[in-house]
């Protein structure tokens, strides 16, 4: 079955960028979606169709997949952003959702 | 507004069944896939199941196959996990999902706040 992976941790400082990827084999020919999910909450589509952003979402996130990885970006980052964050992937051969394992964000 | 109200979760013994229940409203539920998605405690998301809109179609993790049955009543609005044989590992919180309807590569627009499985003697 089709796997993802994702860095445990990303740590970015208050203004800067935060880019989080996604591997996958040839991940760039699947659609991705990524979820933020903070503390003791539910999940929280964050970007659907590698770069579509659902409205609430700022626009300081940004998407962009190619190749083997996809990459959710954060720009000017907040102390709100702070959370775990997984990419995910429909296998339309076994009919599966895959997750990736989840980068935590940590502002410093 | 989209809601998803999960129900049924507690404390059961291993080898014991439990059933969970998701009411939906606030978005075209009769016309959405929906799914079941876990998370065991300090871990990540894990997909369980998934059920098409009009219930022709269902799909299991293979952690769960056999064991757990996903179904759905569209006149209630309302999803069902029935989880047989459960073990340890099943702990987790529970949470229902849906995708956007006319959708196959399906993702997880709408989430409830997920119902707390705890698989113990």
């Known amino acids: 079955s089709y796997v993802v992976t994702q860095a445990p941790s990303v740590s970015v400082a208050p203004g800067k960028t935060a880019r989080i990827t996604c591997g996958g084999n040839?991940?760039?020919?699947?659609?991705v979606h990524w979820y933020q999910q903070k503390p003791g909450q539910a999940p929280v589509l964050a970007m659907s169709?590698?770069?579509d952003r659902p409205s609430g979402i700022p626009e300081r996130f940004s998407g962009s997949n190619s190749g083997n990885t996809a990459t959710l970006t954060i720009s000017r980052v907040e102390a709100g952003d702070e959370a775990d964050y997984y990419c995910?992937?429909?296998?339309?051969?076994?009919?599966?959702?895959?997750f990736g394992g989840g980068t935590k964000v940590t502002v410093l | 507004q989209v809601q998803l109200v999960e129900s049924g979760g507690g404390v059961v013994q291993p080898g014991r069944s439990l059933r969970l229940s998701c009411a939906a409203s606030?978005?075209?539920?009769?016309?959405?896939?929906m799914h079941w998605v876990r998370q065991a405690p300090g871990k990540g998301l894990e997909w369980v199941a998934l059920?098409?809109?009009?219930?022709?179609?269902?799909y299991y993790a293979d952690s769960v196959e056999g064991r757990f049955s996903i179904s759905r009543d569209n006149s209630k609005n309302t999803l069902y996990l029935q989880m047989n044989s459960l073990r340890t590992e099943d702990t987790a919180v529970y949470f229902c999902?849906?995708?956007?309807?006319?959708?196959?590569?399906?993702?997880?627009?709408?989430w409830g706040q997920g119902s707390l499985v705890t698989v113990s003697s």
């Open positions: 995910q992937v429909w296998d339309s051969s076994s009919q599966h959702a895959v």
């Open positions: 606030g978005f075209p539920f009769s016309r959405s896939a």
């Open positions: 040839n991940i760039g020919i699947k659609s």
């Open positions: 169709y590698d770069n």
């Open positions: 999902a849906g995708s956007p309807p006319g959708i196959s590569l399906y993702y997880f627009d709408y």
């Open positions: 059920m098409s809109y009009d219930g022709r179609n269902k």
